[in-house]
């Protein structure tokens, strides 16, 4: 008989029974006395209880438990002992295999003159440990679940007020060494600007010197012979007895070349002053 063993199993079923739900008194809450297994389902139930009474007197005994997912009862069983003397009754009730779950409080009530003593409620059941596979890791159908990724919560740097402070700091830095670095640059352009203009003045006066100087000696060249002439003649009045006719000068051929060679200079010295300029980092 399944009461004679308080346990056994068969395939992977595990069958228990249960403690005496009214030993502590005729209400009990069914969660402290089934276990909270998933798919554990009751299928059967032994109650027994003694009445104290006199024959004539009547008396109705409920065993019940609440429906724990709906209204009404799961389980009921009426006892009338109405017209019958005091005695002990023991019945086992089968269950089709309902839900643990569905069992709400139980408890024994009786309506009439006398009482009930001495009351014993105990439910049999089932259930499998690898019900739900994912209950114990030795299930044969137990899959090693994937572990929770960390949620990775990406925040724009741009969105923080001091990286955003720091960056506009960094930009306006920056600007103002951009700014140092352009007036630096046009303040050396300046400079060069005046030095090449200074050294331009010095070689075009050095060069205008040296032709002044040469067109002296040119001209003091050309006037010695007739200084000798003037000098020649004694003072007083001669007329003139002889004619010359009007003739042109040939030019000077030697003046040409001078300032000829003279721009030249000057040409390469001012394109050498730019190529220096230039070239400078």
């Known amino acids: 008989m399944l009461l004679a063993y308080s346990s056994y199993s068969y395939s992977d079923l595990t069958f228990e029974t249960s403690p005496n739900a009214a030993s502590a008194g005729y209400n009990w809450v069914m969660t402290n006395i089934l276990p909270q297994y998933t798919g554990l389902v009751v299928n059967g139930m032994v109650y027994q209880y003694s009445t104290v009474k006199e024959v004539a007197d009547d008396m109705v005994v409920t065993v019940q438990n609440e429906n724990a997912l709906g209204s009404g009862y799961i389980f009921r069983s009426v006892d009338d002992w109405s017209g019958l003397p005091g005695n002990r009754i023991k019945r086992v009730v089968p ?43 030795s299930c044969p159908d137990y899959v090693k679940p994937i572990p929770e990724l960390p949620v990775i919560v990406v925040v724009d740097p741009l969105q923080d007020e001091f990286v955003r402070m720091e960056l506009e700091k960094k930009a306006a830095l920056e600007e103002e060494e951009e700014a140092d670095a352009k007036a630096r640059l046009k303040k050396k352009e300046r400079k060069e600007k005046k030095r090449l203009e200074v050294l331009l003045g010095s070689i075009n006066g050095t060069l205008l010197a040296a032709q002044a100087q040469a067109q002296s000696d040119l001209l003091l060249a050309m006037n010695a012979g007739i200084e000798v002439y003037y000098t020649s003649i004694p003072g007083g009045r001669y007329d003139e007895t002889i004619s010359y006719a009007d003739t042109q000068l040939p030019p000077n051929v030697n003046a040409r070349r001078v300032s000829f060679a003279q721009q030249l200079l000057h040409e390469k010295m001012v394109e050498s002053q730019y190529s220096d300029l230039i070239s400078q980092p």
Do not use: E, H, R
Request: aromatic share 14%; glycine share 12%.
């Open 95 to 137: 269950i089709p295999a309902i839900l643990g779950s569905a069992f709400g409080d139980g408890s024994i009530s009786w309506t009439g003159k006398g009482n009930v003593v001495n009351a014993s409620v105990v439910y049999s059941y089932q259930y499998d440990l690898c019900f739900d596979p994912q209950s114990d890791p």
